[in-house]
């Protein structure tokens, strides 16, 4: 859980720069720094989308080991 809201947190965070630097954008005089932002804004959002993807992964691994420990303990929890 920890790690899901320290990844919705950074993503927030740089949304909220991106989204700066997107209205400080036609301010910026080098050709070369655009390329920078640009590329900037592309790596980022494929390292999130990459990061968001092992969020869902793990809470679906979590939702399976619930699952099984369910499974696993049957009626000897009901009776416990």
Do not use: P, W
């Amino acid at each position: 859980c920890g790690y899901g809201i320290g990844i919705g947190v950074l993503a927030f965070l740089l949304c909220i720069g991106f989204l700066v630097l997107e209205a400080l954008f036609d301010q910026i005089s080098g050709v070369q720094h655009r390329k920078y932002a640009v590329m900037a804004d592309i790596a980022v959002s494929g390292m999130l989308t990459d990061l968001s993807t092992k969020v869902v992964q793990l809470a679906k691994h979590n939702n399976d080991v619930i699952i099984q420990k369910k499974l696993l303990c049957g009626k000897h929890c009901a009776s416990a």
